[in-house]
């Protein structure tokens, strides 16, 4: 069984460019939710998708936004990324009908934005 | 404000002794999450508490869910340096939907030999 896995590990970028995250969910995992997770900080919720569709978002401006693909995986993009936008990011997939309500979180992508 | 409070944000203990870490809030929850994070990995579900007053024990972990259902600790028994991390409580913050936790901020544990 394949867990998850992000790409890529790390990402150096500068204020204004765009970025495109990605993660490949656990195998039968059919739900993706993605987290910001500041240095020392807990993880903050961002978006979860499911089926394809955004099922759920946290505080987080329009410039975040995501995509779901028919085999489950799921790619962040975020637009005119400024300073505070340095985070690692984590995906979690789990599976909805499953009963089981735990999230198996990848290793994360750090992004720094210089 | 934080929806959950962890204290304390940092630990830094001597191998064998024992410690505890607590998860507070001022809303009732219908279930809490433990996870421990290591440098460069992602966050691993240690526990889930739904029961007011429960207590899960794993191995020399021992968790905690109040009685109201409100706050939880964590007991690290004769910690060791594999116990390092980052302690994280958790909360489905989609009510009956899953999949939308909102942590605490953390708190982070060395053990030196």
């Known amino acids: 069984e394949t867990g998850v896995t992000q790409s890529p590990t790390h990402l150096i970028k500068t204020r204004g460019q765009q970025v495109t995250l990605r993660c490949s969910s656990q195998?039968?995992?059919?739900?993706v939710s993605w987290y910001q997770q500041a240095l020392g900080q807990g993880p903050q919720f961002i978006f979860q998708y499911y089926r394809e569709e955004e099922n759920g978002r946290g505080n987080f401006p329009p410039r975040f936004s995501g995509l779901q693909f028919p085999n489950y995986s799921s790619e962040l993009n975020v637009n005119a990324l400024e300073l505070d936008d340095s985070a690692l990011y984590l995906c979690?997939?789990?599976?909805?009908?499953?009963?089981?309500?735990?999230?198996?979180f990848g290793p994360g992508t750090r992004l720094l934005v210089l | 404000t934080q929806l959950l409070e962890q204290s304390p944000q940092f630990l830094s203990i001597q191998e064998g002794e024992n410690l505890t870490v607590y998860c507070n809030s001022s809303?009732?929850?219908?279930?809490l999450q433990w996870y421990r994070q290591e440098p460069g990995e992602g966050p691993v579900l240690l526990v889930t508490?739904?029961?007011?007053?429960e207590v899960k024990k794993l191995k020399r972990l021992t968790f905690q869910f109040g009685d109201a259902r409100k706050d939880s600790s964590l007991h690290i028994t004769a910690a060791q340096p594999g116990d390092t991390g980052l302690y994280l409580c958790?909360?489905?913050?989609?009510?009956?939907?899953?999949?939308?936790?909102?942590f605490g901020q953390g708190t982070i544990l060395t053990v030196h030999p």
């Open positions: 508490v739904v029961t007011g007053g």
């Open positions: 809303s009732v929850f219908s279930s």
């Open positions: 958790a909360v489905n913050a989609g009510g009956t939907s899953y999949g939308k936790l909102t």
């Open positions: 979690a997939s789990s599976l909805v009908s499953s009963g089981s309500k735990t999230q198996y």
């Open positions: 195998s039968g995992h059919n739900t």
